[in-house]
């Protein structure tokens, strides 16, 4: 017998806002044609004034919670994936943590923006696997609209806001149909820090800073390292790309995510795909994606479904799960 975490439930949430590619249109030098063409993107959610990362990634956790009939007393752990934090410290899953109720076990941030989610799931699902943890909850959230630069038109029309969730569970499998997380595969290369980052942080400028991107630059890396994470998880697992029944991608072009597509020969339907309506949510793009295809029956038990992102620093990485 071994040990696997198994993803038991799936939660979300997209603040009411409801930003179009005209309204945008009315602010910054841009059409709804010319961010459609490149991009797909159609529209985004904006998170309230009064709404944090901390907010949006607790409603994600409550219905994660409640899809999975688990209580916040069976929780062991939290991993919260953000690049937009409610402050500098404490951890923003300590403030969602105290929300919940949860007065055991421990909570924490990880950092590693669009791939942050593929991050904390890797993260937790090691936990599982030791025994240090039986049950936990993953969240993917972030309020990117707080860091960029409204006057840029080739960066503030590309992202969202939004939170997703998953309740991860230990259980025992006999190893011949194993279900749940079959592997997590995590990289990064930090030489590419001037194509995606935010020129601020409290120790260098003592701002927050808003989003700098090469658009170019991250688009080619990102069609070569996420081809990449897929072939290093369809390998690790013996299966190839006709094993993969759904594929869902971090939500950042819907070039990139046709161009993943067809090189798994994946049918569009069989793609899962948001970005259309959420733009690029960064850590909350996967679990967001993941919540819907799941809650509207497309995910059934029994599918491989692969998870893959890229994000700055370089980050990028992918997950293999039986569900």
Not at 69 to 83: F, R
């Amino acid at each position: 017998m071994a040990t696997r975490s198994r993803i038991i439930g799936c939660g979300g949430y997209l603040p009411e806002r409801v930003v179009t590619n005209a309204e945008l249109a009315r602010r910054v030098d841009t059409s709804d044609e010319w961010i459609r063409q490149r991009t797909g993107i159609q529209e985004r959610r904006i998170a309230a004034a009064d709404e944090n990362t901390s907010d949006l990634g607790t409603a994600a956790a409550r219905t994660a919670l409640e899809r999975a009939g688990v209580d916040v007393d069976q929780l062991d752990l939290i991993i919260v994936a953000t690049a937009t934090p409610d402050e500098t410290f404490p951890a923003t899953a300590t403030t969602i943590q105290a929300r919940l109720g949860m007065t055991r076990g421990a909570a924490f941030d990880v950092q590693a923006v669009c791939t942050g989610f593929v991050y904390a799931l890797a993260v937790a699902d090691n936990f599982l696997r030791l025994g240090q943890a039986r049950t936990a909850l993953v969240i993917g959230a972030e309020t990117f609209s707080r860091i960029l630069d409204w006057e840029d038109r080739t960066t503030c029309v590309l992202f969202g806001d939004g939170a997703g969730a998953v309740v991860l569970q230990a259980q025992e499998t006999d190893g011949h149909t194993p279900s749940g997380v079959l592997s997590t595969h995590l990289y990064s290369d930090g030489r590419h820090h001037d194509a995606l980052y935010v020129d601020g942080g409290p120790s260098s400028t003592q701002s927050t800073g808003q989003l700098r991107m090469e658009g170019r630059e991250v688009f080619r890396h990102a069609v070569v390292r996420m081809a990449e994470a897929i072939d290093a998880a369809l390998s690790a697992n013996q299966l190839g790309a006709s094993d993969v029944d759904w594929l869902v991608p971090h939500q950042a072009n819907m070039r990139i995510i046709e161009a993943t597509g067809k090189r798994l020969n994946l049918s569009p339907e069989r793609v899962v795909t948001t970005v259309d309506r959420h733009a690029n949510t960064s850590a909350a793009s996967i679990p967001l994606a993941l919540f819907e295809a799941v809650e509207d029956g497309r995910i059934q038990e029994g599918d491989l479904v692969l998870l893959e992102g890229m994000g700055g620093g370089f980050t990028w990485g992918s997950a293999l799960v039986r569900w």
